[in-house]
């Protein structure tokens, strides 16, 4: 028998990871593939025929499978082989601090790598934050990249964009250290959430939706992901998305938010000239368990390639373990497979804290 703290642990986990708990959810609510739908649709196709929308809950066009049973987890975590296992001993803990002075002292366009998926954008004067995470979501997962310095000395974001709800880029935490009137960029859904916030200075979009101001446009994009707060509840009350940044400074900032590989990668590429992806990698083994989920180092090369982008940053590593892998792995991993390609050059290798400075 699993003990109390254990089973804690799953309820957590449960929010991640979309084969966990899911049966609890009654069978008209449960997500269900809808590929076969969405053929060979494009992504502009398929988000006019809104074949993305249920009844009461979102669908995800390019899902592989319906999701599994609530013991995938289980399975994972208790009777699964970790050959990572061994590594965890060479994990450290690297607080992090931020050159503000460099940051405020840029007159053009930089992209700071605070931790796990949150990034900084100061494009001009402005400051845009992407799924900011200031503590850990639980105190059962390890933060590894404890914050050095008071969040007071964070500039007040003019944007805060939010890719998905799930707990390690929701962090309602993190978000009632802002002002209340902070604008809010989401895709459809956490009206409650936000409401229960007091900040009710939102966009949301569907995708293809843009915000835009003055020279700015802020476009949510169609991703092959999920998202969910209350296993209870269900999956998919609220909708999830990439962001495409046309800064005001110029250049394209592609932000994958949480995604597995998908046929779309190609089409936004084609679309759109994008100077930087930044991309999601962490959390990606093992395979059976989470390529539905998120990318792996090869799959990530492969989505950089068909994007089309001049230069390639990742995120969502280093900070929490939610894999099977090691925090400090993934950069490894996608050097390996980029130098692989001969795009060595072309990667962005920047640890937490640090800044791209990019016009």
Known sequence: MMNLLAWTKMIALASLFPAAFLRVVRASERTESVGAEAGGLSLREIVRRRIHHGDGRFKNPFARAAQGSPWTVIKWKLFSVNRFKSQYAQERVSPVSVDWEAIEGDRGLSVTFLKHAGILIKDLDDHILVDPIFWSFSRFI???????????????????LVTHGHYDHLDVTTLSSFAKETHVITPLGYDDLFGSLGMNRRTRLDWFDSFKEGGREITLLPCDHWTMRNPLEGPNRSLWGSYLIKTAAGPLIYVSGDTAYFRGFREIGKEFPIDLAVINLGAYEPRWMMAAHHMNPAETVKAFKELGAERLMVVHWGTFRLGDEPVYLPPIDIQREMKKEGLLSRLVSLEHGRTLFLK
Do not use: I, N
């Not at 969040?151 to 003019?158: D, E, I, S």
């Open 142 to 160: 390890k933060d590894f990249t404890p914050l050095a310095f008071d969040v007071k000395k964070l500039p007040a974001p003019q944007h805060v």
